[in-house]
């Protein structure tokens, strides 16, 4: 299109298989965006979603490369550039911000040099005016204190900060168009909506154009004025933000709309049933790529692929998509299984405090006391119950996590799990018993899962260190567990760094789950999940606490889904407790000003 800042017409990248052929990663896209544009791209992982962000910077992943179409940012094709001219414009006329902050800036280089080298590359700034505009970056990202914080190294930064000076070495060459890859997952949710509000100042008053790539449409709908979906590398719909979250008209659309959890609803989001074709698997010349997981396929959706038509001012590619319009949301399920006050306490928290300070003579001669990174902790959980722990990073959570799980000892107070494990013990000094009837799942399963194992070993050691099961009750459950957490038995002989983040951190959930334990503590499990694999999540974890009354700790900066999934919450300031009692009180008449805070935040 003219006068676009970038065009995409009829793009293909893909890969050579082992007899040659073509394999598509991203099939026949087409997308425009003009000056202050803001474009949201939503989809599940292993959509494309980033192999066509990383393409509009000239940039394809090993073995990937352009099978057909074009590509234009400013009238110039990236993917042909020269070296010199691709270095100038990444970082330049367009920049990424990341998704993680703290791993994209240099830990060893102060926020002064990254910022200054950022200049260097990228402006016509002499050298004397670099802290000057530095001064000026960091305010236009609200950072207070400037000059006290280009002193510091990022890790003296909190994720927040991270992220907002990732945005200001964006903005230090004064781009046309900002590529954002998920930036504020993993923030909590008063960051988030910072972040969100600076982004949307930015764009309106630069006319920066962005295109945001999220799996949380509440984010993408918070700053961004066009969305484009994606399904197994297609462009399904494209349109008008209101119009598209309003009145879906792909079904696919609807269906990633309807797993979402929102808040005070009672009943369940609704996950997509099956999986999205692996790029191998696409053979989908005659028919429509989402055809294996339509509720609403027809017998032409196996005949012929479905065009992009123009359905109510948006591109769709779906046959029916005129009468998708009118289509009813699915009704989710009722929320089942709510544990009575007559079930077990299987964990039992007391006047719980812990620091980080390590005992020291000196301390002992003073009678200084330390300082305490969370105080006054008392809470219970019982058999089949969920728990959700809020509050903002730095609340003292994930330390209250560690601390029940043996990792972190505690100053004072005590634990006990099923009134017959002292879990003021270390990890290392419980007994095998009370090690299996607690399990955790972390956050970031890249760090949690050992890459040089395939799945089956991962999940086969907790099976055999637990329960000496043989080969063949082993491979029997690894094959069961994968199917519950919705993931192929092909998977089985994968690498860790052959999945995708969702699919590493259902991996995570499976190894938990294989130990039969009491009780499961999760860290922000789904923070990083598609929406439809959330959703998934969710049903499964209510599933299993009904089935094997499995009490839950989950920790979550989304209160949609704390409050779709504990029946009480936690909520937690600076290493107290503000407020506490069953999530439908709390969430709809919360009493203390810090909840009001966290659920004014909500999008
Ligand atoms: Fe579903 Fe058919 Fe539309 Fe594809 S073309 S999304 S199978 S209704």
């Not at 026949?28 to 000056?35: F, G, I, P, R, W």
């Not at 046309?176 to 949710?189: A, H, I, N, S, Y």
């Not at 003292?396 to 799980?405: C, E, F, P, Q, R």
Request: aromatic share 4%.
């Amino acid at each position: 299109m003219s006068g676009s800042l970038l065009s995409i017409n009829g793009l293909s990248i893909g890969y050579s298989d082992a007899q040659s052929r073509s394999v598509a990663v991203i099939s026949s896209v087409d997308l425009s965006l003009a000056a202050g544009e803001t474009l949201g791209l939503v989809g599940e992982s292993g959509c494309g979603k980033s192999t066509l962000l990383l393409a509009i910077m000239g940039f394809y992943k090993a073995g990937l490369h352009r099978l057909g179409g074009d590509l234009q940012f400013m009238g110039e094709d990236p993917g042909v550039m020269p070296a010199g001219d691709l270095q100038k414009l990444r970082g330049g006329r367009m920049a990424l911000i990341p998704q993680n902050a703290g791993q994209s800036l240099t830990p060893t280089m102060k926020i002064e040099n990254q910022l200054f080298e950022a200049l260097s590359l990228h402006s016509d700034l002499p050298s004397g005016l670099w802290r000057q505009r530095c001064f000026s970056l960091l305010d236009r990202v609200q950072l207070p204190d400037p000059g006290e914080l280009l002193k510091r190294y990022p890790h003296e930064l909190s994720g927040g900060q991270q992220q907002r000076i990732a945005i200001a070495m964006a903005l230090a060459g004064e781009p046309d168009l900002l590529l954002l890859d998920e930036p504020t997952t993993g923030l909590d949710v008063t960051t988030q909506v910072h972040v969100l509000d600076l982004l949307r100042e930015i764009t309106a008053e630069t006319r920066t154009a962005m295109i945001y790539v999220s799996h949380d449409i509440g984010v993408i709908s918070a700053v961004c004025n066009k969305i484009a979906i994606m399904y197994a590398g297609e462009l399904v719909e494209l349109g008008d933000k209101n119009d598209l979250i309003d009145n879906p008209a792909h079904p696919y659309t609807k269906g990633l709309l309807d797993s979402i959890p929102r808040m005070h609803q009672d009943r369940l989001p609704v996950s997509l049933e099956g999986m999205q074709p692996q790029p191998g698997q696409r053979n989908f010349d005659n028919q429509c790529v989402f055809v294996e997981r339509c509720s609403y396929a027809r017998p032409v959706c196996q005949q012929h692929k479905p065009d992009s038509s123009t359905v109510s001012a948006r591109q769709v590619k779906c046959h029916l998509a005129s009468e998708a319009l009118d289509w009813k949301s699915v009704e989710g399920s009722d929320r089942i299984n709510k544990p009575t006050k007559f079930s077990r306490v299987v964990l039992r928290v007391k006047d719980l405090s812990v620091s980080y300070d390590r005992p020291s003579l000196t301390r002992w001669f003073t009678g200084r006391q330390p300082s305490l990174v969370t105080q006054g902790i008392e809470f219970e959980i019982r058999r089949g119950e969920i728990l959700g722990l809020v509050g903002e990073s730095g609340s003292g959570k994930s330390t209250l996590l560690k601390t029940i799980a043996g990792l972190q000892k505690p100053f004072a107070g005590s634990l006990m799990l099923n009134d017959q494990f002292d879990l003021r013990h270390s990890v290392g000094s419980r007994d095998a018993d009370c090690q299996q009837k607690i399990q955790l799942v972390f956050q970031n399963p890249d760090a949690s899962l050992n890459p040089s194992q395939t799945v089956e070993a991962i999940l086969a050691r907790p099976i055999k260190l637990y329960f000496g099961s043989s080969d063949e009750a082993i491979r029997q459950q690894v094959d069961e567990i994968l199917t519950r957490v919705n993931l192929p038995l092909a998977y089985r002989t994968r690498y860790p760094g052959q999945l995708s983040g969702g699919e590493k951190q259902r991996i995570a959930i499976a190894r938990a789950l294989v130990a039969k334990p009491d009780l499961i503590l999760c860290d922000e499990i789904t923070s990083a999940l598609d929406v439809s694999v959330q959703a998934s999540i969710i049903k499964l974890l209510l599933r299993l606490r009904q089935e094997s009354q499995l009490a839950i700790l989950f920790v979550s900066h989304d209160l949609a889904v704390v409050d779709v999934l504990a029946d009480q919450v936690v909520v937690l300031e600076q290493g107290r407790i503000r407020e506490s009692g069953p999530v439908s009180r709390v969430f709809s008449d919360p009493d203390h000003a810090y909840t009001q805070s966290l659920l004014a935040s909500v999008l």
